[in-house]
């Protein structure tokens, strides 16, 4: 199964919020669907995240 990442571009959606930060889908994507960053857990919510 390949993992996929979904962009809401609507107003408020996950594309707006990560543009605050100065970043691109592309960018994201990037980092999330690397096989060789390890995911690692949010010690405060118990999810998974990626640094990169």
Not at 26 to 39: H, K, R
Request: aromatic content about 6%; overall charge negative; glycine content about 10%.
């Amino acid at each position: 199964m390949n993992p996929t990442v979904i962009w809401d571009d609507d107003p408020g959606g996950n594309v707006e919020h990560i543009a605050v930060n100065g970043l691109t889908p592309d960018e994201v994507d990037a980092v999330l669907l690397d096989p060789y960053l390890p995911t690692q857990t949010n010690r405060s919510t118990g999810k998974p995240c990626k640094f990169g």
